[in-house]
């Protein structure tokens, strides 16, 4: 099966240039760049981005460029229109990927293991995508409050009696954004679960200790620390 990887970032965040920015005297996008690389399964590697940046730096890293539109750069794009439009392009070229790994160039956390290991689990089964995840019942669902007025009610009623320990709630798991792997068709059809629809029904985790996005100045900080200690990771 072909396998593509797909590099994904824009210009114009709050935190500017944050893609680009030195983590451990390393642009952060080349951390998801340098990792996908080690992946043999991977043949082609590509960037989508509006910015010249984010461009020339993955182009540094071997990536060749996809000009993505300002109408799928602002902060309300989506994701699914970002990769409907590369794989457009794609297929002017005719390059048609049974798989696509989305390389988020924001995130620095990642080890080419991970991907190696959710390309096996992929091939291995009927799943549509596989996505690494976090368990974190700190943040269960059922703990979450919204504001009524001046005040803090439940974010979901639920009629069940709902422990305050957390060890007592179902295990919780949040999707990570450092990469993910889907099935073509799937983004195709984008007619899974929302909010990530492209990812199709069948989505497998991937189950990892760490992961953190940078989106403002004390992320690179937060994710120095991790990355200088194997044992976060």
């Not at 970032?9 to 642009?27: A, E």
């Not at 993505?68 to 902060?75: A, I, W």
């Not at 919204?146 to 295990?171: A, C, H």
Request: proline content about 5%.
């Amino acid at each position: 099966m072909k396998i593509l990887a797909i590099l994904t970032g824009r210009g114009g965040s709050i935190l500017k240039d944050k893609n680009v920015l030195p983590v451990l005297k390393k642009p952060v996008l080349g951390y998801p760049s340098e990792e996908a690389k080690k992946v043999k399964e991977i043949e082609y590697f590509f960037v989508s981005s509006d910015d010249k940046k984010i461009l020339n730096t993955a182009e540094r890293y071997g990536y060749k460029k996809i000009i993505r539109p300002k109408k799928y750069s602002r902060s309300n794009s989506k994701h699914h229109d970002v990769l409907k439009h590369a794989l457009n392009k794609l297929k002017s070229k005719k390059i048609l990927p049974d798989i696509i790994i989305v390389l988020l160039a924001n995130a620095p956390i990642i080890k080419s293991k991970w991907i190696r290991d959710s390309i096996k689990m992929i091939l291995n089964t009927d799943a549509t995508a596989v996505v690494p995840v976090i368990q974190d019942n700190d943040k269960h669902p059922l703990r979450a409050k919204k504001l009524s007025g001046r005040y803090l009610k439940p974010f979901i009623n639920s009629k069940r009696k709902i422990s305050s320990n957390r060890q007592d709630l179902d295990e919780c798991y949040f999707l990570c954004h450092n990469f993910w792997v889907i099935k073509t068709k799937e983004i195709y059809k984008n007619n899974g679960y929302a909010p990530w629809n492209f990812m199709g029904k069948r989505v497998l985790p991937y189950i990892i200790k760490s992961s953190h996005d940078i989106h403002k100045k004390i992320d690179i900080h937060i994710c120095e620390q991790i990355l200088k200690d194997e044992k976060l990771i």
